[in-house]
């Protein structure tokens, strides 16, 4: 007599490995073949001429291109430790207190993530032009000032949301015991709920800093003339041809997503153990 499948064991049957690879497959192929054609010795993606890295040699050697990623990389450093401070603040508080209008709160957080970005594009485009102007003439890095409050916008609920999903596993009687044994309110959240919170922010300060880094919509709609990040680098590359540089440079935006993500996996994994 044959056993009945257990509710979390259909991945055994081979309709679904076949969905499954399916899936995968029209995920991951796109990226597969961007990666194999910034290899391809061709001015253009229709026909492989063979191997090549000269225009990752092209690539590293555009001036452009490098400042663009350095403020790319600025804004995503000033965005993430930003949002982490307020993200968590903001988890802190939904958690632990009860007041009038908690509810509307929580969803002003969220608002943020559902709303299109196109919509948070077009309003931090008005507000920085008519509610806050912000100068185009200020030296590196205030020139980027306009882009990293708009990024911190949309960063720091994601934050918000991770840690107060982590203070739902925290049990209070462990920092009320920390404060019979004489800590005061400070050191109780330092040395009891700050570490119980160190999954929760490695992982919203590495999903703030990939977002922030990857942004292109609310980036090309607060960016000064002078102010261009890596993503909009590419597009203004990719706006008259597909050409391998592009490939070059689409692949190292890939390659720093995944090492991040493989960061936060390895940080999640050691704080697990």
């Known amino acids: 007599?044959?056993?009945?499948r257990a509710p979390l064991e259909y991945n055994r049957a081979w309709q679904m490995k076949l969905w499954l690879s399916v899936v995968f497959f029209f995920l991951y192929a796109p990226l597969v073949a961007l990666i194999v054609f910034s290899f391809n010795d061709s001015k253009r993606n229709i026909?492989?001429?063979?191997?090549?890295?000269?225009?990752y040699e092209k690539l590293f050697n555009n001036e452009d291109l490098l400042i663009a990623f350095a403020n790319s990389l600025t804004i995503a450093l000033f965005a993430t430790l930003i949002s982490l401070v307020i993200g968590a603040l903001a988890g802190i508080l939904l958690w632990r207190y009860r007041f009038f209008g908690k509810t509307a709160v929580e969803g002003a957080f969220t608002l943020p993530i559902v709303v299109p970005e196109i919509c948070m594009g077009?309003?931090?485009?008005?507000?920085?032009?008519?509610?806050?102007?912000?100068?185009?003439?200020?030296i590196w890095p205030l020139s980027l000032g306009s882009i990293i409050i708009a990024h911190v916008s949309f960063c720091f609920p994601f934050v918000a949301l991770v840690v107060r999903a982590?203070?739902?596993?925290f049990n209070t009687e462990q920092?009320?015991?920390?404060?019979?044994?004489?800590a005061n309110d400070w050191q109780a959240f330092r040395d009891v709920l700050l570490p119980h919170l160190k999954p929760a922010l490695?992982?919203?300060?590495?999903?703030?800093?990939t977002l922030s880094l990857d942004d292109f919509v609310?980036?090309?709609?607060?960016s000064g003339p002078d102010t261009v990040t890596f993503p909009v680098k590419v597009y203004?590359?990719?706006?008259?041809?597909?050409?391998?540089e592009v490939n070059a440079a689409s692949t190292m935006l890939i390659l720093v997503t995944i090492v991040l993500m493989a960061l936060m996996m390895l940080m999640q994994g050691r704080g697990q153990k």
């Open 1 to 4: 007599m044959a056993t009945r």
């Open 47 to 55: 026909v492989w001429r063979g191997f090549t890295l000269k225009y």
């Open 122 to 138: 077009v309003s931090m485009l008005l507000f920085f032009t008519r509610v806050l102007p912000w100068p185009n003439n200020l």
């Open 166 to 169: 982590r203070l739902a596993s």
């Open 175 to 182: 920092e009320e015991a920390a404060r019979d044994l004489g």
């Open 202 to 209: 490695i992982a919203g300060a590495l999903l703030s800093f």
């Open 218 to 222: 609310i980036t090309f709609f607060t």
């Open 236 to 244: 203004s590359m990719l706006r008259f041809s597909v050409t391998p």
